[in-house]
Each structure stands twice: as C-alpha cells, then as structure tokens.
C-alpha cells in the first residue's frame, strides 16, 4: 500500500540504576538540524536518491544529487562523509533549489542495508511488568537481518509461516560514525540521528519455535518498517522524553513515552561498542512500551487488511497495511 508520501508532526544515557552523566556531549554530527530520506522518482527506474525535507516534512524534497552531482545516492554513504556530507546537504537546503514535490517521489526506509540491526529487548518497565519478566540489569541485545527493513508505507507480509503477527513502535537511531569502546558520555556525538520503526514480530516463532531464539520470529521480509526520515540528533530537542504511540486501525494499542526506557541512547552505544565496531548506517531499535498484542487479554495479532501506524514525537509516523 502506498499512502501520501508526508511526514507527520503529531500527536536522560541510563535510566534506573546510575544518575545521568553530567558531561556535557556534543550532539550529532554536523552541528545542524535536517529531516534526510531515501527516496525512488517516479519514472526513473527504481535509482535510490538521498534528499532533505524542506520544513518538517509537510514540503518539497531537496534531492542532493541534483544539487551537487558528487554527493553519493545512498544514506549509507552519505554518513560515511561525515561532516563533509551533512554540510552539503545543509547547503543544499538552504539554496532551495532541486526541489521535488511529494507527488513526484516514493519515500523508502531512510536506511538501506545497514551492516547491522542492533535491537534491544525489554527496555522499557511496563513491558517487562505486562509479562512478568524482571527488569534486565544491563542490557538484552539481539537483532534483525537488514533484509527486514521496509519503507514508512509499505505493506507488511504476512508469512504463511505464522498465525501470530505481532506489532511494536519503536524509537530507532542510526549510527554516523565509526566507533569501538565509545565512552557514554561521548556516545551521541556518533549518532546521526533518529527515525520510527515497527518491530514487527512473529510470536510463535519468537517464543516457540527456533529453541526460543528470537532471531527468525523478528526477521521476516517487511518485518521492520522504518522513518520516515532520519531526523538528525540536533533537530530532536531530547530524544528521551518523547511520546510514542501505536494504532492499529485507528485504535490506540501502545502509548508511552521515551523517558520510560530503561537503557538509553548513550548508555546502548557505549554497552554494543564494547562487542562490536559500530560504522555509519547501523541501525538501533531500542525497544517497546507495553500493549504488544501478544500480553493482551486474550492475545491479539495482526490480520490481513489491518493498518499500523506507528508515531513518535518530532520524527513521524510509518504507517503499513498488513497483506
């Protein structure tokens, strides 16, 4: 299904354990605030393009290319410039020039093909309360196949594998630059920004099957819609205190808000960086709230022609039909 290609304005490191850092953090990477996506033109065979929102996504499209032929086309890429990267498509956004209009365009997932899917399992309280699980002392990292990710408005499958489809908003950052080892009170300088994302999970498989691994119920084709677009770091004014809410055909079924989450931003890119190097484009869904189908009273899943909006504060919604 595809749905007006718009954005929507609707609707501290960790949280519990430990007081929040009091070292000051430089925020993001070029120091300004933009609204970047990945976008298909119509009638250009399916060429993937980067652009930046004009205003807060309710405009035109600045395709980045069309400004500067050297700019690369994917946001990948883009990250991997650094600095040098977001700079030019600050310029190019302030020229006002190269501008598409939404009818013109098809927004994708504002990543594609991320080295990594990091996801973070029972971060928030009321979600471990709901299923009567304690509350994790650091934190539970597990992840999607990048093949997973869908753009903001396109249809979720559902996979004839499974009877028990599950939905889950989620606040999602993307990793700027490279890092391993990073220290908490440095960590936001290596995020790029913020998006929305749906965790879309198959319970049978996740809780089941598989030896109760999780990794083949949370990776499914379409299973993780995401944007619909990266919001860098300094356009969010704080990205732990932000409301997220879930609808499945228009009824609310999640609403909390970031400063619930257990772990934060910080405190998640510093614990994965002791494991792995983090490069530009990893992409992190950093869990939950409560009112997943699964706990409900009788449970409930996704069924075909089912639409699942997903909004957060500041960043958008990404709103799927379920086929």
Known sequence: MRLPLRSFSIFRSLFSHRKQTSHPQRRGLSGVGMRLVQFHRHGEGGSIRVGVEQGDGGLGVVDLKAFDPSMPSTMRELLELGDEGLQCA???LSSGQCVLQRSDIRLLSPVLAPEKVVC??????????EQDAPIPKEPIIFSKFPSAITGPYDDIILPPESQEVDWEVELAFVIGRRGKHI??????????????ANDVSARDWQMKRNGKQWLLGKTFDSFCPLGPALVTTDAVKDPHSLGVRCLVNGDTVQSSNTDQMIFRTEALVAW?????????????????PPGVGVFRKPPIFLKKGDVVECQIDQLGSVINKVV
């Open 183 to 196: 220290k908490e009170e440095d960590a936001l300088s290596y995020v790029a920004g913020f998006t929305v």
């Open 90 to 92: 600050q310029r190019a």
């Open 120 to 129: 973070v399992g029972m971060n928030y309280r009321d979600h471990c309360l």
């Open 272 to 288: 994965v960086s002791k494991f792995v190097t983090l490069t530009p484009g990893d992409v992190f869904l950093t869990g939950t």
